[in-house]
């Protein structure tokens, strides 16, 4: 019987210099922790970046990793995240174009947050923002008709009230 390993968010405040992140990858990888996505952004301040990562894996290691990336020179802060934030991604999926379709985005629009963006050469990019679960929900529904390309940004996420991410 496979156990399901629980998805971890890490935020980690950097200073924006290269090889950063290249050094915080090798730690995950010495413990044999699989990034799922990583998001690397700018902050208000240029001389820092935020990254925002998920993984799958035992709490154990992963308070390791978090406690060997404090440790890394550049790097300000990393923890892994409590419930307290606003969470979203991005995605952009390819679909044929059909008045079903159409119809379908119409449908669900509201729910999932989606609007087709390009309508062209008999294809819809459609573009939708929401929680992971919500894209996950949104990708499952939209299989029925054939999903050509997708493309999702991976989570990122900002601390609610007057905490700091």
């Known amino acids: 019987m496979t156990t399901k390993l629980p998805l971890h968010t890490i935020s980690v405040l950097v200073a924006n210099k290269p090889g950063v992140l290249v050094r915080i990858a090798l730690v ?6 699989n990034i799922d996505s990583l998001v690397v952004s700018p902050t208000v301040n240029p001389k820092f970046s935020r990254m925002t990562i998920t ?6 290691t992963l308070e390791q990793i978090i406690k060997n990336v404090n440790k890394l ?4 802060h990393c923890e892994e995240h409590p419930a307290n934030t606003v969470e979203k991604e991005l995605a952009l999926l390819k679909t044929k174009s059909s008045p079903a379709v159409k119809a379908f985005i119409n449908k669900y629009a509201p729910k ?3 609007r087709i963006d390009d309508a062209s050469e008999g294809t819809y990019i459609i573009e939708q923002t ?3 679960a919500e894209l996950d929900e949104f990708e499952a529904l939209l ?3 054939g999903i050509l390309e997708m ?4 989570k990122i996420l900002i601390t609610r009230g007057k905490n700091v991410t």
């Open 112 to 114: 999932y947050h989606v």
């Open 55 to 60: 993984a799958k894996g035992d709490l154990e």
């Open 28 to 33: 995950f990888a010495r413990r044999g922790y």
């Open 143 to 145: 299989k029925k008709f």
């Open 130 to 132: 929401g929680t992971t």
């Open 73 to 76: 020179v550049d790097v300000i």
């Open 151 to 154: 493309i999702r940004t991976g």
